[in-house]
């Protein structure tokens, strides 16, 4: 390239002169401006340049025609060659580059442009059959080298075959004395003729097929008993591999004999993998079922060969079909499964050179289509591997590609264009195989005109016994069939059996644990610290870097949680449009470091920096850092800068586990793993017990060790708790309830101490517990005679209905529930109503002693048993001029940037980088629904990260200012979520641990009963009802309750029914119904009252089913309760198959008058009475006239409905629940059926403003 050598010397030559002038003048602006010829000149420069790299890309592409195998080799590689072409010998290290098993070849000693043999890797000496002459182009000769090999290799298959027919023809000799690859090809043929043969005679010899067997398995045991003797590396290869096939051939033939096979014809013989060589056609090929293979002659060396086990079997035949019928064959499964072995394996049995290639997501398709192209010239196989993982428009280009490639196989074509406009050759030999990993992160769905080029086939579970038995016998055990069996069976129990439970590895002293960090951080500049939660991990790197600092190096660490923050915010954004670069968190620490080293140096002060990054690993944040972790210690960032570490910066992970952490970065690490023993619960409560007075504390610690380790084992085994939680979270919850009953100003008895204890103990271990299981901790502590629990519980009852009183008795909490007052308000909030009882109190008493110090608390529960509404009952009781409180509700949508700026907007600054909550005050926060935020593809939560943060660090760091943190103070936390399960999200471990977690159970009947008892009561004796109307509601409180309960078991959820789902905020929403009713309208007429009780009943329970026949099962149900419970007077008022139906909006409006004021609300004027439909008729009117009076005032409206039966019943049902406060609704159905008509209307009549949102 003569003419484009010149153009890039002149182009290189007037660049060097530019940058000498650059130099001259420092003034950046003076260089830039002063010529005006620079700018052309430069656009000039640069077009000269590409015409020199277009000129190149040809040139290469020209070089890759002739020599095909080039095609897998980049640019800069192939430019090395070609650099180097003058000197053969320079070629050596490029050989593995493009051939299966060449590592190097022997040059002639005098003629060193002569090649005589070649050397493979496994250092096996193979004479070329004809001297290959390096000489010329290099393309050419290298061309003529993989040509006279391939012809080498069939020599010496074809001289081998010849040996085959000597009568002194020895075949353990021959194998001996032979290279592996014909070694193997000739036993595989051996296995071929003589099964074919015994299988064409069988029928005329009976013992022939037994005969054969016998013979398979002596040449089986004469290479196991070879691998006994004492062999070289090479040798013992060479037998493990010949085991390796022969055993599989052996159970091919011994299966065949067992299942009465006697004919070659046969699928299951025609279905293996067999060897023939064609004398006529001097030519050895491969059959799998009808599909026949040249062997391609590709010197393999001595490979490991894959254990071929029942899948292997079949993923052959799928792919020789797949080929047969010129498709690509799509192996798919989990890791593991050997999808990209098996394919390279199948490439080895056929002689074939296969090339590997591991796909990303910074694949693009011109790579793809050299790889295609190279693969089409040469008839190479190419397994593509986690073909997936590549970006969707390259997998869309790639689909042409591959459409183009296969197409032209089909029509058998000579030639053809590729889709880049080459005309290219093709060997039709070539195959595309791609393996894909379905449904793991990062993953992408293939195109559909991709997947119908090739044939999909399942790769699952392997046979593992196989496997073991094949390795046994490759290691010279005879009886490896037994021991196969023993060894699978031991493997199977221990995956049944051993949990993979964190705690299984057992480290006996923490201390040896920082011993092991220190010595891993002095050898290792990347570390990783993980753990389940509580193992001690932070205190691990935080009581080393004191020791450290006592020692004279002074440690220091920047802290951060690389999950509460994004990506970008976390190294930083580049803006396109500005080009400016804007630092993030993680650069703007990893820069401060180097600058105080250049600080600390200059000094000669001894100082070490930690960087703890305290958060889940993802494959997102941490593949960034894998420069960092390897020996070149650089950060590399989106702006091309390239920070180096210094020296005296170790780069710290502590995680909860490395799930998500690919091989890559594990492998660059230092592990230190600390086990849920290495700090059992007796360190960790003794460190508190000495900060006690020594009698308290001796004489705490004696129950403590009595009761806790069989409450544990209790819990674990025959308890199923709510929420996984670890043993290190129950021991610091039992801490956490003796520091907030514990008071330095009484004088504890022993007695007093262990009732204490016990209660702490009981309400730790059971916290997590429903009812039923709570009655296990009870029997414990009941059949301990050395144990003080209370005496002559009431039937019904248990220990966990009892507490410790200030005189150190037990007493029953129903001597602290409180006498409840129906509000006095006109209209009362009926979702806020809170009626004190055993439950609900017990909570709220300890949600106050955990909260006075200062701990954070998570309610979990069923949904409506009242989590929020403790919760916010119990804020209530702070006063605002000291203790504010906000609310916070959490969402799929809820994201950790958002959380930041919310909780900097509850807090001023208190000085410098401290905030709190205004005016020195303190603050609770309640987080409602804190398990609600999105799961990622990597199984974390990024919105609680940031709290995690928060909670442990005492704040978080600046989005604004990156690398300043913030210290927020004065926060305190309490929460609630749904018990996880279910659909339902659970919270991180590592949050866990920072919360007393406490289970809301359901409430019991009598509860229930009580509640909804004294609602009901109340409320008729504010309102005044007479004594019989009061009688059949206080009847009604039971019936409805059990009505509930029936409808509860009989319809549960299901795919198809995902909506039944009962709970007690149904309960709720039936009495709310029913208090709506007033003395006027029901005029202490008892059959008004029953009606709606029916009504009310129907609207929450039944409106929901959707089948006709569970309809009129819940009517016959609702009539039966009914009946028993409120007996004939239910008869006498209503009938059992008629039709009830109440509305607020059947009275007409009234009258505007002067002294009603300017600002009177139309809603206002609505006397909202809420009575039966006496007729359909009069319904009817009375829409028809709501419905023209709404499209005379508003405009646009041009409503024109008819009102038949089952559209008015559907305007009854909404207007009832948008009428009542916080009344939400979701209807369902086709398009068309009216529902947006029937809710403007009903919004309307209730006086309410509509407004639509419109979904884009």
């Known amino acids: 390239m003569p003419q484009e050598a010149r153009r890039f010397a002149n182009v290189d030559k007037t660049w060097i002169k530019l940058m000498s002038k650059a130099k001259e003048n420092s003034n950046v602006l003076s260089c830039c401006t002063t010529d005006e010829a620079l700018f052309p000149l430069l656009n000039n420069m640069l077009e000269q340049l590409e015409l020199c790299q277009k000129s190149l890309a040809g040139y290469l592409e020209a070089k890759r025609g002739v020599f095909p195998r080039f095609y897998f080799l980049s640019d800069p590689v192939m430019l090395e060659i070609l650099g180097q072409a003058s000197d053969p010998t320079k070629i050596q290290p490029y050989l593995s580059s493009f051939t299966e098993a060449v590592k190097f070849v022997e040059f002639h000693t005098k003629e060193t442009d002569r090649i005589l043999s070649m050397i493979t890797r496994d250092d096996e000496k193979i004479p070329l059959y004809k001297d290959v002459i390096a000489k010329g182009q290099v393309e050419e000769w290298l061309n003529d080298f993989i040509r006279t090999h391939q012809k080498t290799i069939h020599r010496y298959i074809r001289r081998s075959i010849e040996k085959m027919t000597y009568d002194d023809f020895d075949l353990y000799k021959f194998i ?48 196991i008993d070879k691998t006994t003797y004492d062999l070289t590396k090479y040798q013992r290869l060479k037998y493990e591999t010949l085991i390796t096939i022969h055993l599989h051939q052996r159970d091919i033939f011994q299966e065949l004999y067992q299942t009465g096979i006697r004919s070659d014809l046969d699928f299951d013989w025609a279905k293996q993998c067999r060897f023939y060589f064609r004398e006529d056609e001097d030519l050895l090929v491969v059959k799998i079922t009808d599909v026949t293979f040249p062997y391609d002659n590709e010197a393999l060396g001595c490979p490991d060969r894959l254990v071929i086990t029942p899948l292997t079997d079949r993923c052959y035949i799928s792919i ?26 199948m490439a080895r049995t056929l002689g074939k050179y296969c090339i590997v290639q591991n796909c990303s997501d910074q694949f693009d398709y011109r790579g793809l289509g050299k790889t295609f192209k190279g693969l089409a010239i040469s008839g190479c196989w190419g397994c593509f591997d986690e073909f997936n993982r590549i970006n969707l428009p390259v997998l869309s280009v790639a689909a042409q590609q591959i459409q183009c490639l296969l197409q032209a196989k089909r029509e058998r074509r000579k030639e053809f264009h590729f889709t880049d406009g080459d005309k290219i050759t093709l060997n039709d030999t070539f195959a595309i195989v791609i393996t894909m990993n379905p449904g793991y992160a990062g993953r992408q769905e293939l195109p559909e005109n991709l997947k119908i080029n090739f044939r999909s086939i399942a790769m ?29 069976t031991l493997y199977k129990c221990c995956e049944d059996q051993l949990i993979d439970e964190d705690g299984l590895i057992n480290f006996n002293d923490w201390n040896l644990k920082i011993i092991q960090l220190y010595e891993t951080q002095r050898v290792r500049h990347g570390i990783m610290v993980l753990g389940p939660s509580g193992a001690g991990k932070t205190k691990c790197c935080q009581v080393l870097m004191g020791a450290l600092t006592t020692l004279g190096t002074h440690t220091r660490d920047y802290r951060m949680n690389p999950k509460s923050i994004t ?84 780069l710290i992970f ?136 209370p005496n002559n519980i009431l039937q019904g009852d248990s220990i966990f209905d009892y507490l410790v009183n200030d005189d150190g008795q037990w007493e029953h909490w129903s001597t602290h529930v409180e006498l409840w007052q129906y509000p006095k308000d006109e209209k009362i909030d009926f979702a806020s109503i809170l009626v004190p009882n055993i439950d609900n109190v017990r909570i709220s008493y300890l949600i106050k002693i955990l909260s006075k110090q200062e701990k954070s608390v998570l309610l979990i529960g069923e949904p409506g048993t009242a989590k929020t509404v403790i919760i916010t009952s119990y804020l209530k009781h702070y006063d605002s001029e000291q203790h504010l409180t906000r609310t916070i509700n959490f969402s799929s949508i809820t994201t950790s940037s958002l959380i930041q700026k919310t909780i900097e907007n509850f807090v001023d600054r208190r000085i410098a980088n401290t905030f709190g909550p205004s005016f020195g005050r303190k603050m609770t926060i309640f987080i409602d629904d804190i398990n ?171 409106d929901r089913l959707i089948v006709s026949m569970e309809k009129e099962w819940f009517r016959k149900e609702q009539h039966r309760i009914a009946k028993q419970t ?43 009475i809420y009575e039966p439909i006496s007729s359909w008729n009069v319904l009817e009117t009375k829409l028809m006239s709501s419905m023209t009076k709404m499209n005379e005032e508003i405009r646009g409206s041009n409503m024109d409905l008819v009102f038949f039966k089952d559209a008015m019943i559907h305007l009854l049902r909404i207007s009832r629940v948008i009428n009542m406060p916080k009344g939400h609704l979701l209807l369902v159905g086709v398009g068309g059926s009216g529902k947006q008509s029937l809710i403007k209307l009903a919004a309307y009549i209730a006086g309410y403003k509509y407004f639509q949102i419109s979904v884009s």
Not at 188 to 216: C, D, G, H, P
């Open 176 to 223: 001996e004395q032979e290279i592996a690859q014909l070694g193997l090809l000739i036993i595989q043929i051996v296995w071929t003729k003589r099964s074919e043969k015994t299988l064409q005679e069988a029928t005329n010899n009976k013992n022939l097929m037994n005969e054969t067997n016998k013979y398979f398995l002596d040449m089986l045991n004469q290479f």
């Open 320 to 345: 020789a079909q797949a080929l047969a019928m010129s498709y690509g064959a799509s192996p798919a499964g989990p890791a593991g499964t050997g999808k990209t072995e098996t394919t390279k394996d």
């Open 460 to 488: 699952m579970v392997p046979d593992r016994q196989i496997i073991m038995r094949v390795k046994l016998a490759s290691g010279g055990f005879l009886n490896n069939t037994n021991l196969a069996q023993k060894f699978f």
């Open 567 to 650: 990506a970008s915010q976390m190294f930083g954004i580049l803006d396109v449009a500005t080009n400016d670069w804007t630092d993030g968190i993680f650069s703007t620490l990893w820069r401060r470091t180097l600058k105080a080293y250049e600080v600390s140096s200059k000094s000669g002060i001894q100082e070490a920096w930690w960087i703890i990054l305290d958060g889940p690993v993802d494959a997102i944040w941490i593949e960034n850092l894998n420069s960092v972790l390897d020996d070149n210690k650089l950060l590399t960032l989106a702006n091309g800068d390239r920070i180096q570490m210094a020296p005296n910066v170790k």
């Open 654 to 789: 502590e995680v909860h586990n490395i799930d998500n952490a690919s091989p890559a970065t594990v492998s660059r690490c230092g592990m230190i793993f600390m086990s849920s023993t290495v700090l059992p619960w007796r360190p960790i409560f003794q460190a508190w017990m000495n900060k006690q007075i020594k009698n308290i504390g001796t004489y705490i610690f004696e129950t403590v060790e009595k009761h806790f380790d069989e409450l544990f084992k209790l819990l674990i085994t025959k308890c199923s708790p709510k929420m996984k939680v670890y043993e290190c979270n129950y021991i610091k919850q039992t801490i956490d309830l003796l520091d907030g009953l514990l008071s330095k100003e009484i004088e504890y008895t022993k007695v007093y101490l262990e009732r204490l204890t016990i209660f702490s103990l009981m309400w730790s271990m059971g916290a997590l517990l429903e009812l039923n299981d709570r009655t296990k901790i009870e029997q414990y502590f009941i059949n301990r005679n050395d144990t003080d629990t």
């Open 932 to 1102: 609600m935020p999105m799961i990622n593809s990597w199984g974390d939560q990024e919105a609680n990260e940031i709290l995690r943060q928060l909670v442990e660090q005492k704040g978080f760091y600046s989005l604004t200012k990156p690398g300043d943190f913030l210290n927020i103070i004065d926060l305190q936390f309490l929460a609630a979520m749904c018990h996880p399960g279910g659909g339902r999200n659970d919270i991180s471990e590592r949050l866990k641990r920072h919360f007393f977690i406490l289970n809301c159970t359901l409430p019991s009947n009598n509860a229930v009963d009580h509640i909804f008892g004294s609602i009901g009561k109340y409320f008729c004796l504010e309102r005044n009802f007479s004594n019989d109307i009061i009688e059949i509601v206080q009847k009604s409180i039971s019936a409805t309750r059990i009505l509930w309960q029936t409808v509860k078991g009989k319809f549960l959820p299901t795919p198809a029914k995902f909506h039944y789902v009962f709970n007690l905020r149904d309960l709720s929403r039936i009495w709310e119904g029913i208090l709506q009713i007033d003395y006027e309208q029901c005029q202490n007429v008892v059959e008004q009252y029953l009606q709606l009780w029916k009504h009310e009943c129907t609207r929450v329970l039944a």
């Open 1126 to 1168: 409120f007996g004939d007077v239910y008869n006498i008022s209503i009938e059992e198959d008629s039709e009830i139906y109440f509305a607020n909006f059947l009275r007409e409006e009234l009258d505007v008058t002067d002294d009603m004021g300017d600002d009177i609300d139309l809603a206002d004027l609505l006397p909202k």
